[in-house]
């Protein structure tokens, strides 16, 4: 059973989570389209479509990890 | 499509599924696993994905069905199947002195530590031209400079039938001119006859080959 600063803190988590997971999603589909042909306009939408999604959906999730509060929140200083 | 372009999307479409898994079922992540999956899901497998897809890309824009693709290289393509020798690109096309898939690229790179990152750079600047600037008619696409025999002796060079060609060795010094570039294959009037695109009306075409370009 989750404890309650887990279950606080999880559901902005989880957005941002789902946010990532949604952007990367959208880039790898665009990888995915970009593969049926051989264009350069594939290799367009690649740049342009493909690296700016997933590099946002990967920093949105690193900063969901970092920005995240651990149980227990901040160790008060020791006096 | 070949082995390691299935492979390479299988492997996207794996990645694409767990991120899906995690986008729609975030609650996941609260277990332990979960922050793994999501780990692996978010930064190990797009990191990689993407990885693939570029290196795909870059293989993609060695063939000559990508360099072909662009309207105005059109005729350049046909000039590989003029019915005259004398066409030195249409001579190594169609007696596959280079591959065919990768007929462009085989001539137009560099052969130095570098080239083929200089060859892609001057293909951002054709894509450039082509969807954002202004096209240049075929006649008049010229190369940014001189060809170099550098690219020539990559596969000429120590070949028999290049070293005893008595065209090669008219004059003492001709060949060591020719290996230091001093004195040029096209430029020197030798092989001279290159795609010479505004000339094409009036030739003759071979039916062959026309798959293995692709």
Known sequence: MPNDASSAGAPVVEKRLRLAGLLICLGLLALLLSLIKVHPLSFVAFAMITCPLVLAGIVLFLYSIVSHEPHGGNIPPKS | ???STLFEVL???MALALAALVAFRAELTRARGGKILAFFTLFILPVLAVGLGYSEHMQRAESTQFCLSCHVMHDFGRSLYVDDPSYIPARHFQNRLV???HACYTCHTDYTMF???DAKLRGLRHMYVEYLGKVPAPADI?????FNNRECLYCHAGARAFEEEPRHTKTPDMMSKIMSNQMSCMAAKCHDTVHDVDTLKDATFWKGGEQDAE
């Open chain 2, 1 to 3: 499509m070949a082995t």
């Open chain 2, 11 to 13: 492997f996207i479409g």
């Open chain 2, 99 to 101: 591959p065919r898939d």
């Open chain 2, 115 to 117: 080239g083929t990152v």
């Open chain 2, 142 to 146: 010229k190369l940014y400079t001189p």
